[in-house]
C-alpha cells in the first residue's frame, strides 16, 4: 500500500471524530449548537472559499498537518455576537478555534493511534480569498449555524 492510499485508509477509519470535534469545539467556545451538514468527506485537496480563514499546521517525526476553517464574514459576526469584527479579532477568535479543535482531534485515542501526537504552529489568517492546497489529501465538511455555513478541513501527509 502507498503511503497516500495509507493516508486515505486513516483518514477514513477515523472520519467521524473531525466533524464530532468540530461541533464540541464550537459548543465549547462559543456556545453555538451546530448541526453536521452531511457526512464529511475524504479529498484529493481541501475547498474553503469564503471571506475568512485560518490555518494552523501541525507536525512530527512522521507527520505534516493542516487544519482550515472558514467562514464568511456574516457568519463570523453572528458567531461573535457582533455587528463587525476587526481582523485582529478575527485572528483571536478563529486562533482560538483551531487551537481548541487540534487539542480535541489530539485528545482522541484513534486519532493519536494514527497520526501521533503533533505539534502546532502558529494560526495564519486569511482575507477574501481561498488558498490553494493541490497535493494534499484530506477530510472536510460543513457545519451548519442557523443558516450560516462553516468549513472544516483537515490534511495530511508523510514526512514533514
Same mark, same amino acid.
Given at each position: 500500500?502507498?503511503?497516500?492510499? !495509507?493516508?486515505?485508509?486513516?483518514?477514513? %477509519?477515523?472520519?467521524?471524530? #473531525?466533524? %464530532?470535534?468540530?461541533?464540541?469545539?464550537?459548543?465549547? =467556545?462559543?456556545?453555538?449548537?451546530?448541526?453536521? !451538514?452531511?457526512?464529511?468527506?475524504?479529498? %484529493?485537496?481541501?475547498?474553503?472559499? +469564503?471571506?475568512?480563514?485560518? *490555518?494552523?499546521?501541525?507536525?512530527?517525526?512522521?507527520?505534516?498537518?493542516?487544519?482550515?476553517?472558514?467562514?464568511?464574514?456574516?457568519?463570523?459576526?453572528?458567531?461573535?455576537?457582533?455587528?463587525?469584527?476587526?481582523?485582529?479579532?478575527?485572528?483571536?477568535?478563529?486562533?482560538? +478555534?483551531?487551537?481548541?479543535?487540534?487539542?480535541?482531534?489530539?485528545?482522541?485515542?484513534?486519532?493519536?493511534?494514527? +497520526?501521533?501526537?503533533?505539534?502546532?504552529?502558529?494560526?495564519?489568517?486569511?482575507?477574501?480569498?481561498?488558498? #490553494?492546497?493541490? #497535493? =494534499?489529501?484530506?477530510?472536510?465538511?460543513?457545519?451548519?449555524?442557523?443558516?450560516? $455555513?462553516?468549513?472544516?478541513?483537515? *490534511? *495530511? $501527509?508523510?514526512?514533514?
Amino acid at each position: 500500500m502507498s503511503e497516500h492510499e !495509507e493516508i486515505i485508509l486513516a483518514l477514513k %477509519e477515523t472520519s467521524s471524530i #473531525f466533524s %464530532e470535534a468540530a461541533v464540541e469545539c464550537l459548543a465549547a =467556545l462559543f456556545g453555538a449548537e451546530a448541526v453536521v !451538514e452531511d457526512e464529511w468527506q475524504v479529498v %484529493e485537496r481541501l475547498h474553503g472559499e +469564503f471571506d475568512r480563514m485560518i *490555518t494552523m499546521g501541525m507536525a512530527n517525526d512522521q507527520y505534516s498537518s493542516l487544519i482550515l476553517v472558514a467562514m464568511n464574514e456574516e457568519t463570523l459576526c453572528q458567531l461573535l455576537g457582533e455587528d463587525e469584527i476587526d481582523l485582529e479579532y478575527a485572528s483571536s477568535a478563529l486562533g482560538e +478555534f483551531v487551537n481548541t479543535y487540534c487539542a480535541l482531534l489530539s485528545d482522541q485515542a484513534i486519532f493519536s493511534d494514527k +497520526f501521533g501526537k503533533q505539534i502546532q504552529a502558529v494560526p495564519l489568517l486569511y482575507t477574501g480569498g481561498c488558498p #490553494f492546497l493541490p #497535493f =494534499l489529501t484530506g477530510i472536510e465538511g460543513y457545519l451548519t449555524l442557523d443558516s450560516h $455555513r462553516i468549513y472544516v478541513g483537515y *490534511t *495530511t $501527509r508523510k514526512g514533514n
